[in-house]
Nanobody, 124 residues
Framework: QVQLVESGGGLVQAGGSLRLSCAASGRTFRTYPMGWFRQAPGKEREFVATISASGGSTYYRDSVKGRFTISRDNAKNTVYLQMNSLKPEDTAVYYC?????????????????WGQGTQVTVSS
């Protein structure tokens, strides 16, 4: 079992920025594609960003392209989500997830391990 511990969430004004961190346990972290998902009240959990195991490939949902950046430091067993130019529509609980199998994915049901979620609130 992989343990994922998130930090960096909080309250921020529109136009501001936050950086989320997700620290993972285990020796196999560097083999896992990683993803960020979010869930707003009354809505389904949705894909935000994913990164390949090596960090060489990334993919984002359209609404965050140009504003969010996913990255990872395999030496630290950590994945990051840098969020700039935040909008009220970004308000949600953000989840870090790890995928055991090869290949990144935007489908939440293909991820095997999940963090507890961290709240991001953007005020207007």
């Amino acid at each position: 079992q992989v343990q994922l511990v998130e930090s960096g969430g909080g309250l921020v004004q529109a136009g501001g920025s936050l950086r989320l961190s997700c620290a993972a346990s285990g020796r196999t972290f560097r083999t896992y594609p990683m993803g960020w998902f979010r869930q707003a009240p009354g809505k389904e959990r949705e894909f935000v960003a994913t990164i390949s195991a090596s960090g060489g490939s990334t993919y984002y949902r359209d609404s965050v392209k140009g504003r969010f950046t996913i990255s990872r430091d395999n030496a630290k067993n950590t994945v990051y989500l840098q969020m700039n130019s935040l909008k009220p529509e970004d308000t949600a609980v953000y989840y870090c997830a790890a995928k055991k199998t090869l290949g990144w994915s935007s489908r939440l049901n293909e991820y095997d391990y999940w963090g507890q979620g961290t709240q991001v609130t953007v005020s207007s």
